[in-house]
C-alpha cells in the first residue's frame, strides 16, 4: 500500500494535471481533495487536449477509481457540463464517485462572489467569481449544503427555506438586488439530484476498504501552496487548504498512511490575479515566456503573471509540506532564454529573508537576491533522459533541487505524456 500526495509548490497552475496523468497510470485510486470548479487541470495525450476542473485527471484510466473528496466544493452544473464534455471525448465516467460530505455551490454563492469582489473596489481579490468562497464561507458557518442533501428532499426543503431568506435579506439590503427564488432553486437542485444521485457515496468505506486492500492511492490538489488560506500570501489565497495536511483532511486518509509527498514547480514562477509576487518580470522577456509557455488560465483564460524561479518560495513549499520530491514542470519554456536567474530570498527594509513573510505590504515591497546561470539556448522537447539534456539544463534542475531542499525526481519538457523525463521513482 502507498499514498502519494501531489501539491502545487507555487502559486498554482505548475502544470500538477500532466504529472497526476503521469503517476496515475500507476495507481489504484486518484482523490481530489479541495477546491472546486475556480481551478483546472490541462491534460495532453496523444495530441487530444483534456480540461478538467471538478473531474479528477486520473479519469482517463478506466481501471482508476476516482474520488472528489469530501474537502472539495461541487457546482452540480459545472459538474453535469464537465461529465457531458468528457462522454463527448469517448471518455467513461463510471469509475467516478462524489463524497456525500463534499459541499455545493448554490446558485446564490457566485453572486455573493461578484458583489463582493465590487464592494471591495480597488482591494479585490480577483477570484474567478464562482462562489467559491462564499460557498466554504457557510460551510464555516454551518448553513452550507452537501451533496448528500440531494437524496433528501424534504431536508433540502425545509433548510432552503431558512438559509434562502438569510440570503435574500443580504442581497436585498445590503447589495440592492434581487432577491432568489425558492422554488426555482430547489426544482433546479431536485433534477441535478437525479443526475447526480449515480455517483454521490460514502467514500469512508471506498477509501478505507483501498487502504486496507494495499491499493496505490493518489492525492490529487488544487492551486498551491502559496494560496493556502493559512501559508500562503494571505489574502490574497483560495479559500481551501492545497497543501499535504489539506489533502488528508479533504480525503479522510491520515497523516501516517502518507507514503511520499511530491512538490510540483514550474522551471520558473507564475501567479494569476492579485497579490505580491516578489520575482515578477515586468518587461518583454516576461511577455515572451508568458506565450512561449501558454500561459494563460485554464478556467478563466486570464493572463499569467510571469517572473523567476523563486526558491524562497520553494523552499517554504517543501518544509511546510514535507515534500520528498520535486517535478519541474516547463524546462522546455527557458530552452531560448540566457541568462537565468534564481531569486534565493529577499531584502525587506534592510533585513534578509529566506522565505516568504506573512506582511503583505512587505511581501509586496521586498527586494529579491539573485544568483545567475547560463541558458541552454537548445531544444529540450525531444529529450527523453537526463543525459540527453544541454549540459546547463541539467545544472540549473540540479540547482533547484539544491537551493529548494528536496531531489529533482521528474522533469516536464512539453505538454504531452511523452515529454517527461523521469529521475526516480515518482510512486513508492
Known sequence: MSVTILVGGQWGDEGKGKVIDLLADGVDMVVRSQGGNNAGHTVVSGGREFRFQLIPSGILYPQVTCVIGHGMVVDPRAFLAELATLRGQGIST???????????????????????????????????????????????????????????????????????????EALTRLYGVDPFDEQTILDEYMQHGELLDRYIRDIYPIVQGAIARGDRILLEGAQGVMLDIDLGTYPYVTSSAPTAGGACTGSGIPPSRISKTIGVFKAYTTRVGYGPFPTELHDGLGERIREVGAEFGTVTGRARRVGWFDAAVARYAVNTNGVDAMFVTKLDVLDSVDPIRICTGYVSKGESWDHPMANISHMKHCEGVYEEMPGWLSPTRDCRRLEDLPAAARAYITRLGEVSGAPVEGVSVGPDREHTIVLGPLIP
Not at 448554490?106 to 471591495?120: T, V
Not at 437524496?151 to 427555506?161: A, G, H, S
Open 94 to 168: 463510471d469509475n467516478l464517485v462524489i463524497s456525500d460530505r463534499a459541499h455545493m455551490v448554490m446558485p446564490y454563492h457566485p453572486a455573493f462572489d461578484k458583489l463582493g469582489e465590487q464592494q471591495r473596489g480597488d482591494d479585490r481579490l480577483g477570484t474567478t467569481a464562482r462562489g467559491i468562497g462564499p460557498t466554504y464561507e457557510d460551510k464555516v458557518r454551518r448553513i452550507g449544503f452537501r451533496i448528500g442533501d440531494l437524496q433528501k428532499p424534504r431536508f433540502m426543503e425545509k433548510k432552503l427555506r431558512f438559509v434562502l431568506r438569510l440570503k435574500n
